[in-house]
């Protein structure tokens, strides 16, 4: 990780610059994949499997044998962590529910409005190098407490056309029963426009890599909604003297395991810090089984150090991380003033890692800087906002002539008649 000591503003976008994601060149290797699910439907399926799984494929949908059997793979103790991530997950998120808002605007007015759930929705699950069964917690048990009606997850198979068993348990346990042995854009592709076996849905969630992300994108252009747009995983550790030098390294290192694109940074006020922080990462990285893939991002990561807190402040918010974490002694005091970021972490003994796995927020969390303009995964993403109105005499008699006076003042007469002729009626 390259130290950079007090750069200069004009420099701070190009030194919080991501690494580059090539979304053009790869919407063109997708878009083929794309048209040939739409075209041919679980053929298509079958043979991307085989061309990009070495997978053969025979039945896309998991059936209720492999349920059991990724039941009787998984460990008690597994099970045990799973259950409580679960409960905790599902606490936070149940807590989101909104009763329906109803305001009397004026006298014979009134407005509501409700929250629907999606109907129909779709999970992404990565299950390459690293089968992430904790994001069916994350995106699957606020679908069920939404109440969409229809819940579809798509994940890849291994080798032998099967889904990582901890994949399968976790997906029953949060209520799922409709999971398909399909990855890649071709499985995005599959939830868009649907196939003989798969349902097309109206919203999909999840993360992936380049291809994922950029069939994502594409998708949007047939009229699926998606979560959020996104990019390589990231994590900003902003530290003071009080930090824990191990601690920190191994914050970055866990976000630097995720991919070669990943993107890790420390922001400091203590040069001494930064200089642990920098022996225990090479420390702490010599051990770890994802070695070459975290060293290729700490290639492209950076250390700042920052004379001043306000300074740094500014910084962070910034870059707007996905994940932020504060390891300061006033953690709490400055997690008030932080307004980008998608996560925030807060105090020396909360690490990253609890959120990405019980502690009850949600990990599918805006990257690449979206973090100032989108939220992550809550329980809002399921729901569609509908508003309502009635109005009665008097409300019609009061508010009537005010608004055909607007719509005739935007010389929009047919909307002044659909008040007109209500108010004769009512004095006829």
């Given at each position: 990780?390259?130290l950079?000591?007090?750069p200069?503003?004009?420099?701070?976008?190009?030194?919080?610059?991501?690494?580059?994601m090539r979304m053009?060149?790869?919407e063109?290797?997708v878009s083929?994949?794309l048209?040939?699910?739409?075209?041919?439907?679980?053929a298509?399926?079958r043979?991307?499997?085989?061309?990009?799984?070495?997978?053969?494929?025979?039945s896309?949908l998991?059936?209720?044998?492999?349920f059991?059997e990724?039941d009787?793979?998984?460990s008690s103790e597994?099970k045990?962590?799973?259950?409580?991530?679960?409960d905790?997950?599902?606490?936070?998120?149940a807590?989101?529910?909104s009763?329906?808002?109803?305001?009397?605007?004026?006298p014979g007015?009134?407005?509501?409005?409700?929250s629907?759930?999606?109907?129909?929705?779709?999970?992404?699950?990565?299950?390459g190098s690293a089968?992430?069964?904790?994001?069916?917690i994350?995106?699957?048990?606020p679908?069920?407490?939404?109440?969409?009606e229809e819940?579809c997850?798509?994940?890849p198979p291994?080798?032998?056309?099967?889904?990582?068993?901890?994949i399968?348990?976790?997906?029953?346990k949060?209520g799922?029963?409709?999971?398909?042995?399909?990855?890649g854009?071709?499985?995005?592709?599959?939830?868009t426009?649907?196939?003989?076996t798969i349902?097309?849905v109206?919203?999909?969630?999840?993360?992936?890599?380049?291809?994922?992300t950029a069939?994502?994108?594409?998708?949007?252009k047939?009229g699926?909604?998606?979560?959020?747009p996104?990019?390589?995983s990231?994590?900003?550790v902003?530290?003071?003297?009080?930090?824990?030098?191990?601690?920190?390294?191994?914050?970055l290192?866990s976000?630097a395991?995720?991919g070669?694109d990943?993107?890790?940074?420390l922001?400091?006020?203590s040069?001494k810090?930064?200089?642990?922080?920098?022996?225990?990462?090479?420390k702490?990285?010599a051990v770890l089984p994802?070695?070459e893939?975290?060293?290729?991002?700490?290639?492209?990561?950076?250390?700042?150090?920052i004379?001043d807190?306000?300074?740094?402040?500014?910084?962070?918010n910034e870059?707007?991380?996905?994940h932020l974490?504060l390891?300061?002694?006033?953690?709490?005091?400055?997690?008030?003033?932080i307004?980008?970021?998608?996560?925030?972490?807060?105090?020396?003994?909360?690490?990253?890692?609890?959120?990405?796995y019980?502690?009850?927020?949600?990990?599918?969390?805006?990257?690449?800087?979206?973090?100032k303009?989108y939220?992550?995964?809550?329980?809002?993403?399921?729901?569609?906002k509908i508003t309502?109105?009635q109005?009665?005499?008097?409300g019609?008699l009061?508010l009537?002539p005010?608004?055909?006076r607007?719509?005739?003042?935007?010389?929009?007469?047919a909307h002044k008649?659909?008040?007109?002729v209500?108010?004769?009626?009512?004095i006829d």
């Amino acid at each position: 990780m390259k130290l950079f000591k007090n750069p200069d503003r004009k420099e701070w976008n190009a030194l919080l610059e991501r690494p580059a994601m090539r979304m053009e060149e790869i919407e063109k290797q997708v878009s083929p994949i794309l048209k040939a699910v739409q075209k041919d439907g679980d053929a298509a399926l079958r043979a991307f499997s085989l061309q990009f799984d070495g997978a053969e494929v025979d039945s896309l949908l998991v059936s209720d044998s492999e349920f059991k059997e990724a039941d009787q793979l998984v460990s008690s103790e597994l099970k045990e962590s799973i259950s409580i991530a679960i409960d905790n997950i599902t606490k936070f998120h149940a807590a989101q529910k909104s009763e329906t808002l109803k305001v009397e605007t004026m006298p014979g007015i009134n407005c509501w409005r409700k929250s629907v759930p999606i109907q129909k929705v779709g999970l992404y699950i990565p299950g390459g190098s690293a089968p992430l069964f904790s994001t069916v917690i994350m995106i699957g048990a606020p679908a069920i407490i939404a109440g969409c009606e229809e819940v579809c997850l798509c994940t890849p198979p291994n080798q032998e056309g099967k889904i990582h068993p901890a994949i399968l348990y976790a997906a029953q346990k949060v209520g799922i029963r409709k999971v398909f042995k399909v990855g890649g854009a071709q499985a995005i592709a599959a939830m868009t426009f649907g196939t003989e076996t798969i349902p097309a849905v109206s919203k999909i969630f999840g993360p992936g890599n380049q291809y994922v992300t950029a069939a994502k994108q594409l998708a949007t252009k047939e009229g699926v909604a998606i979560d959020m747009p996104a990019g390589p995983s990231e994590v900003l550790v902003w530290a003071d003297d009080t930090a824990n030098a191990s601690f920190i390294a191994a914050d970055l290192l866990s976000q630097a395991e995720h991919g070669p694109d990943s993107q890790v940074i420390l922001v400091s006020t203590s040069e001494k810090i930064i200089e642990e922080t920098q022996k225990e990462v090479a420390k702490q990285l010599a051990v770890l089984p994802r070695k070459e893939i975290a060293q290729k991002a700490l290639s492209h990561s950076r250390s700042f150090l920052i004379d001043d807190e306000k300074t740094a402040l500014q910084l962070v918010n910034e870059y707007a991380a996905e994940h932020l974490i504060l390891a300061l002694d006033d953690a709490v005091s400055v997690s008030e003033k932080i307004v980008n970021a998608g996560s925030v972490f807060v105090g020396h003994l909360t690490p990253e890692s609890a959120g990405d796995y019980a502690s009850g927020t949600n990990h599918t969390l805006p990257t690449y800087g979206y973090a100032k303009n989108y939220s992550g995964v809550s329980l809002d993403s399921y729901y569609r906002k509908i508003t309502f109105q009635q109005i009665d005499k008097k409300g019609l008699l009061d508010l009537g002539p005010h608004v055909e006076r607007m719509a005739a003042a935007e010389e929009l007469d047919a909307h002044k008649n659909a008040v007109t002729v209500r108010l004769q009626s009512l004095i006829d």
